[in-house]
Structures are given as structure tokens and as C-alpha cells.
């Protein structure tokens, strides 16, 4: 079977992945509407329930999105 080759992911996506591993304990799921759906469907980020809260749910990096991020850095290249 041959591997798919993945687009790069667009600024705000990237933007978005860092902003969720901010939050280790759960990014709120109106953080970045139009742009978590993509990363959920890349398999970088999960959606997972909220503890004690029914029917509220928050974003989660997985840990193919740690991975992602180890890769190209947390933050942004820094100018000399």
C-alpha cells in the first residue's frame, strides 16, 4: 500500500496544535473552530470528554500531535 504524503500544515494550524498543548488539561472545543475539525482528521488532536461535565468536551493533543510538535518546536523561529 503506498503511504500518503501529507500537506505541510498552514500557520494557523500550527498555531492552533501549539496553543492546545498549552493546555495539558484540556482545550476548550470553541478554541479555533474552523481549524481543530482538520487536526482531529490528521490525527493530532482528539476530542474527548470533560470530567463532571456532561455534554461539555474539550481538544487533546494525541500523541502523534506531541510528536508533530517535538518535531517542529513549541514556539516560532526566533530573528537574529
Same mark, same amino acid.
Given at each position: 500500500m503506498p503511504s500518503e504524503s501529507r500537506a505541510p @500544515?498552514?500557520?494557523?494550524?500550527?498555531e492552533a496544535?501549539?496553543?492546545c498543548a498549552l493546555y /495539558?488539561? #484540556?482545550m476548550r472545543q470553541g478554541a479555533h473552530p474552523s481549524? %481543530? /475539525?482538520v487536526l482531529q482528521e490528521l490525527g493530532l488532536v482528539e476530542e474527548r470528554q470533560m470530567r463532571g461535565q456532561v #455534554?461539555?468536551? @474539550?481538544w487533546? @493533543?494525541?500523541?502523534?500531535g506531541r510528536e508533530f510538535?517535538?518535531?517542529i518546536g %513549541? #514556539?516560532?523561529p526566533r530573528k537574529s
Open positions: @500544515l498552514r500557520r494557523l494550524q500550527i496544535l501549539r496553543a /495539558p488539561q #484540556g481549524v %481543530m /475539525p #455534554g461539555r468536551k @474539550l487533546f @493533543l494525541t500523541q502523534a510538535l517535538t518535531e %513549541m #514556539g516560532e
